[in-house]
């Protein structure tokens, strides 16, 4: 196994989850169980390489796939505050919009519905090799990374300090925490939850960007194969905390980049291909016994009360 | 060195003449034909593939319909099929990937019908079954891929290593047979030559495509052969960035990138509906049987970006070409154990 290489691929791996995982934690504090962020990703990374073929400029790009994304999210908002659809069907129903009008564009307008692969693509910010070199480990995990994998791992203190330190972070949660105790205390909870979709767009946005604009400059669909969804079990299994989250998508990170590079050793591919999939069973069932453990002598304390 | 050369022009002369060979340009009044899909047109792979071959005997009188359908939509080509089963107006009903089970269902029940089903197969005595040998095709591309992975001065991307990679979308035994093709290609061109074999795990998932290419680069593989379908092209763009080679599939993907991608592996969907077509109209289709287009009759093909591959090489895969072709060479298949 190649250990020199082996954090950059982690981290490489890990960026997309972490995103995505971020992203569904901000509502899950709003009490929002977020489905949507797969399509949110999907949406993203097809804007990204559109407005890119058509402008040639990575920023146009990378901000008109922002803006698409959170568009999304206020739609699937509009659908749920406004309209009072459930969470989970709406977010399902995001999904297939954004695959199904993904596919109709580039059948319609590209005439192509296999992918969008642009001639060129005007490549993004990436970190220069040596510009870290003096720092060990690190250094060379950064290097060559795009800027969207710096601002991924930016967002997590600046998660932290949104929901923990700033009187909206506060409100947000508690408007997750008890709906009808923060609407009692003035706080207007359809806008906490409306502002928590929004971040989960913006984050979901940037998850589909580095997907489609870090290495690759074409568009897929179903690129996004099913890391929205791992992103919500990391969240799930990080119990909604910031730093927990980010440690649950380094885990499958660290074990998908690990499965790719046990195959060199002739292990059977499918046992290989199962192992961040395991991992997540794994943390979940671990993080509902933690849950359950904790819960407990809340519970009655609260009955008690 | 001559014998080679002269192998080649007898090989290239007898194509064009079969690309030329004057067809019965008499045919039966009104012959038509009909191809229920289960997809859409537009991939740049199968089914556009298949549609060339159509828009060929089109030119030449046959009167065609290509029934599209939405992938999503099975009972809409079960419809299809049925509704041009029923009609009774067309001398032959083409159907591909994804109706087995329909085919299988109406077939019986218009023993009257001639279908021709490609890329699958079905025992009925009305139904003609059309399958192509990848393994034939992967051996070319396996030899190309040892040859440039041991020749350093031909190939100067090369590392002469002799190390080469196949990665796959899933462990799936058509992709075995992709695969095993590969393998025997490499090992009778340079013996010796290293294969790691790497699953994806999805056709859609291009980022970890991307990321298992660079693995096996940086696990010293030179050459790194796409068996993933969409995905591939995550394949081919790691290749390019790592300045390695590859080989497409499907459909001809050398100028995707070409400096990098040496050839492309293709099945000749076309060029096999075309040949039915014209068995059909000539009264020689062999209904009931399954026939394989391999590399004897131009069913796959390797498809060499000339820019990057030498004459030396070329003539090295031509002749590996002819050695299956003549059969002196059997190429071992996944499906061959049943």
Known sequence: MDLVTLPAAVLEQTVPILLAALAAMITLRANILNV??????????????????????????????????CLVSQ??????????????????????????????????????????????????????????????????MLEGQSFIALLA?????????????????????????????????????????????????????LAGAQLAMDRLHFFLPEMSAGRGFIGLAATLFGAGTPWMTAAASLMFGFFGAVGDRLQAFALPSQFVLMLPYLAAVVGLTFARWRASTKGRPAAITETKV | MTTSLSRRLVLSLAAAGLALSPIAASAQEEFSTVYVMSDNLGDH????????????????????????????DPQLWRQNLEAVSNAGTYNVIFTGPNMHDNLAAVAPQHPEQKYVFFDDELAQPNVLSVKYAQNEGSYLAGTLAALAASDKASFPLSSGAKKVAVVAGMDLPIIQDFIMGFKQGAESAVPGTEVQVIFIGSFNDAQKAYDLTRTAISNGADVVYNVAGPAGLGILKAAADQNKYAIGVDSNQNDLHPKNVLASMLKQIGNS???????????TAPFGTLVIYGLKNDGVGLVLNDAIVPASAKAKVDEARAGVASGSVTVASAFAAK
Request: no cysteine; proline share 5%; glycine share 10%.
């Open chain 1, 36 to 69: 949507a962020v797969e399509g949110m990703m999907l949406v993203a990374a097809f804007t990204a390489i559109a407005v890119g073929d058509v402008t040639g400029n990575a920023l146009y790009a990378f901000a008109a796939a922002l803006v698409a994304a």
């Open chain 1, 75 to 140: 739609i699937l908002a509009v659908i749920t505050l406004r309209f009072g659809a459930d969470f989970i069907v709406a977010g399902l129903g995001i999904n297939i919009l954004a695959s199904g009008s993904i596919l109709f564009l580039l059948e319609r307008v590209y005439n192509s519905p296999g992918g969008l692969r642009p001639i060129t693509f005007p490549d993004i910010w990436h970190l220069p090799a040596g510009a870290l070199s003096f720092v060990p480990v690190l250094g060379p």
């Open chain 1, 153 to 205: 791992i930016l967002a997590i203190p600046a998660s932290f300090v949104f929901l923990y330190r700033t009187p909206t972070g506060a409100n947000l949660r508690a408007t997750g925490e008890d709906e009808a105790a923060a609407r009692s205390a003035g706080i207007r909870t359809d806008r906490m939850k409306a502002l928590a979709l929004l971040l989960s767009g913006v984050l979901a946005g």
């Open chain 2, 45 to 72: 792979g199968f089914n556009d593939s298949a549609a060339e071959g159509f828009n060929r005997a089109k030119e030449e009188g046959a009167k065609v319909r290509l029934l599209q359908a939405s992938p999503s």
């Open chain 2, 273 to 283: 509906i075309y040949d039915s077509i014209k068995q059909v109209k000539s009264g």
